[in-house]
């Protein structure tokens, strides 16, 4: 990786953790419910099939305790790179989300919920045409989780 792609890695972690940051400050600080969403907005255009890469790692802010659905939304726009899964995990909890960018406006929901812990880290594992597309968004939903807060 060239340090001008390392340094655009790092901007996206950056604004990926002000956009989550935001939404959970937006959010109550009671026991209500409070959602965000994560836009992985990293490109892969030149990668290995089956390489696992992390596009994002954000604070759990405000949701730390709480259990949260969580579903991936690729863009109307977007083109597809199938078999892409995204590899979802906060402290002790993974959660998988199959196929994600498989269509355009693709909807996937994780196989179950997350517990979230401090930090929550995302990661690919690449499809056979070794290419993420960048434009996937994932929301974090916890309005049915029966966590509780930290």
């Given at each position: 990786?060239?340090?001008?792609?390392?340094?655009?890695?790092?901007?996206?972690?950056?604004?990926?953790?002000?956009?989550?940051?935001?939404?959970?400050l937006a959010g109550s600080s009671t026991a209500?419910?409070?959602?965000?969403?994560?836009?992985?907005?990293?490109?892969?255009?030149?990668?290995?099939?089956g390489d696992q890469v992390e596009l994002a790692?954000?604070?759990?802010?405000?949701?730390?305790?709480?259990?949260?659905?969580?579903?991936?939304?690729?863009?109307?726009?977007?083109?597809?790179?199938?078999?892409?899964?995204?590899?979802?995990?906060?402290?002790?909890?993974?959660?998988?989300?199959?196929?994600?960018?498989?269509?355009?406006?693709?909807?996937?929901?994780?196989?179950?919920?997350?517990?979230?812990?401090?930090?929550?880290?995302?990661?690919?594992?690449?499809g056979p045409d070794a290419a993420f597309g960048?434009?996937?968004?994932?929301?974090?939903?916890?309005?049915?989780?029966?966590?509780?807060?930290?």
């Amino acid at each position: 990786m060239t340090m001008r792609s390392e340094r655009s890695v790092i901007r996206r972690f950056a604004l990926a953790s002000a956009v989550f940051s935001a939404a959970l400050l937006a959010g109550s600080s009671t026991a209500r419910a409070a959602d965000a969403t994560i836009p992985l907005d990293t490109t892969i255009v030149a990668g290995t099939a089956g390489d696992q890469v992390e596009l994002a790692e954000v604070a759990g802010g405000l949701l730390i305790g709480r259990t949260c659905d969580l579903t991936a939304i690729h863009a109307e726009t977007g083109a597809p790179h199938p078999d892409n899964d995204l590899v979802v995990s906060s402290g002790a909890d993974v959660v998988t989300l199959a196929d994600v960018e498989r269509a355009s406006g693709a909807v996937t929901p994780a196989t179950a919920p997350l517990m979230i812990g401090d930090t929550i880290r995302i990661e690919v594992i690449l499809g056979p045409d070794a290419a993420f597309g960048g434009d996937v968004a994932l929301e974090v939903d916890c309005s049915q989780g029966d966590g509780v807060l930290a």
